[in-house]
């Protein structure tokens, strides 16, 4: 069996999951897709237990927030398939009021932590997660750090003031 290129990556998940993936685009030479959180389970399934596709590495599980959009909270999976060495990203968009998105937990052991740290940068709800606990936050912290929902400098700071550049 020859390597796989992107391509025909693209084509196997394409003929599998037509309707439920959406604008395929290969930014830096990676083939990056999109889907949404009632299908994630399924085309993460497919792609590491494909015999010919073998995604078997769980790169990477991150969040990333667009308070623009009317889906805000972004949930990234980052797969490697070691075999092929062939790399592929898939988003999910979430409601930002309530972001669930199933858990990959019982495919990789490895999204135990990634997703333990999405949660508590995000605020992102893995559904079925063993522990969706903080991670690297105190457990006392209400709001997620990495959401883009607060100013980014406190405007009562004192040293940031024009007299003290010369202004």
């Known amino acids: 069996m020859g390597k796989l290129t992107r391509q025909a990556v693209l084509q196997k998940i394409t003929a599998r999951f037509s309707e439920n993936i959406s604008v395929p685009t290969e930014p830096y030479g990676l083939l990056t897709f999109e889907t ?64 669930i998105i199933p858990t990959a937990t019982n495919l990789w052991n490895g999204a135990n ?29 209400t709001v997620f750090p990495m959401r883009r929902e607060y100013p980014l400098e406190d405007p009562n700071r004192v040293d940031k003031k024009d007299y003290f550049f010369g202004r």
């Open 36 to 99: 949404s959180k009632e299908n994630i389970s399924e085309i993460l399934r497919y792609l590491k237990e494909d015999k010919e596709l073998q995604f078997n590495y769980l790169t990477d599980i991150t969040g990333i927030h667009y308070p623009e959009q009317e889906l805000s909270i972004g949930v990234i999976y980052h797969l490697h398939s070691l075999i092929n060495n062939v790399r592929v990203r898939i988003k999910v968009f979430l409601n930002g009021e309530n972001p």
């Open 113 to 141: 932590w990634m997703e333990r740290e999405t949660y508590d940068f995000f605020g992102i709800q893995f559904e079925g997660h063993p522990n969706l606990v903080r991670i690297l936050n105190v457990d006392e912290m």
